[in-house]
């Protein structure tokens, strides 16, 4: 939230970002999954990596904890001592995580993140408040200073970006660019697709720049399902085709139901089971 408080400066919001080892972060919430964490982090506020258009917008931006120290001593933010936690005009520079209760993800999170900014002498508070309450109370009345959710991604990756990132009501940061709204417009009205897509990157590349909010990974869908059951299991962005979904049947069985269904067509012999995946 850009808003009020010290991530009003971008230079903060910034170095809060230099800051942050995505990787590690990514590494922890991951643990114990059949997951490759260094290929599920995300350079791209739109485009997920198997979309066309991704481009990692990123790099500019990656994990430099000196980097990072560099934007807060060009801001002003001083160290009193070696290790202290930065000051300016005698306020400390510390911000306030706002986490739900009960989620086990994020306090592991908030906390790995807690401990990478006291890199940089910048000091991260938790504030505990209900789930009930997280959106309501807090996130919709921008009543945060910084936080971590999921988004959904769609198939329709460059539709209502205005919402998030422009003047919609689920542009939490407390941000408005005019160089960024006046690309959202243009985004929603262009029929040449592949000059949408190129509008869009620009406009990823001004959201990393002046740090609206940025992404860590990608959760990748994981789905059980028995081993005879075919063309069920984890689709991404994709859709299943109802008519697709099936049990396997064995050689033996499906001689045997040869024989017993002769005088019917066979096209029926293949139609898809109605046995739910465990």
Known sequence: NA???????KAVRQALMRATDRAAITKSSLAGMPVDANKVLLGNHFFMPSQEGYVDNSTKWSHDVEAAKKLLDGAGWKEPSPGAIRVKDGKKLSIKYTRPTAVPTTKTESELLQSQLKKIGMEVVMEDVES?????????????????????????????????????????????????????DKIAVEADHKKRVAMTNQADEIIWENV??????????????????????????ASYRAEDIRFRLSSANLKLRLKASSSKRVHMLLAPSTGKAA
């Open 3 to 9: 808003s009020s408080g010290v991530l009003a400066d």
């Open 132 to 184: 009930a309450k997280y959106f309501k109370d807090y996130i919709n009345k921008k009543n945060f200073e910084i936080t971590s959710f999921t988004w959904q991604g769609t198939p329709y990756p460059m539709m209502n970006i205005g919402q998030i990132y422009g003047k919609g009501n689920s542009n939490f940061t407390g941000q408005s660019i005019k160089e960024l709204n006046e690309l959202i």
């Open 212 to 237: 609206l909010n940025f992404p860590i990974y990608e959760r990748m869908q994981l789905t059980a399902v028995p081993k005879k059951l075919a063309n069920f299991g984890a689709v991404g962005l």
